[in-house]
């Protein structure tokens, strides 16, 4: 089962715009991780965000993290035609159980140069 | 050279076939797994192994197993492949419980 919906499915916008992405999921979690995949290659960590942290920053990344509504966002600021890809939340829940990354569907970003 | 590595990177084979996916890393991880990945779908767990005596199922282990020959290497075997087994397969590698996870480049598998 898919843990975290990814909102919007696709997005194209023109280079140096801003993109954001949404992920909502259904269990507790551990910490939210966020991965881009380039058309039918491996996935490329970018950021994690831990339950008790509420944003962070990378680069041109900034990830926020809403634990009493059960979502992330994924902000991508001037973007670039290279950041076209294919994004993935993954979750780790808090309930313990089964190790690994639950994903979600995606979001299929085109950036027009 | 790549950390994580897949073989192979494409194969296509027959309804009833065994089938082997080998993955090797050189990141020094204890913990492994193998995810399959359906068009326009998100990675589902199959397998996963904490160390070379620890196998534990995932989401959708059924119709495969695994093997962990050594810390390095962590093979998923299809015993007998069938159509709706055709998917990306990517191996995984986390040095932390809970903490991110490095990829291998995938292996497109097609089943006829």
């Known amino acids: 089962s898919q843990q975290g919906e990814e909102d919007p499915q696709a997005l194209s916008i023109q280079e140096g715009e801003n993109a954001t992405m949404n992920c909502s999921y259904k269990t507790s979690i551990n910490n939210l991780q966020w991965y881009r995949q380039n058309s039918g290659r491996g996935l490329v960590h970018l950021i994690l965000i831990r339950s008790n942290e509420r944003e962070k920053h990378s680069g041109r990344l900034r990830v926020t993290l809403d634990t009493s509504k059960k979502s992330s966002s994924l902000l991508i600021t001037a973007s670039r035609a290279a950041d076209t890809a294919s994004y993935f939340c993954?979750?780790?829940?808090?309930?313990?159980?089964?190790?690994?990354?639950?994903f979600g569907k995606g979001t299929h970003l085109i950036i027009q140069p | 050279d790549a950390d994580v590595t897949q073989t192979p990177r494409n194969r296509i084979t027959k309804t009833g076939k065994r089938i082997m996916l080998e993955c090797s890393q050189t990141k020094g991880h204890d913990r492994m797994y193998w995810y399959r990945q359906d068009p326009g779908l998100g990675l589902q767990l199959i397998y996963y192994s904490f160390d070379v005596k620890d196998i534990n199922k995932g989401e959708i282990s059924d119709g495969y197993s695994v093997s962990r020959q050594a810390q390095a290497k962590f093979s998923l075997s299809l015993e007998s492949a069938i159509p709706n087994q055709t998917a990306l397969y990517f191996c995984a590698t986390s040095a932390l419980t809970n903490g991110e996870q490095f990829f291998g480049p995938g292996t497109r598998l097609t089943v006829l």
């Open positions: 993954a979750t780790v829940s808090s309930g313990g159980g089964a190790d690994g990354l639950t």
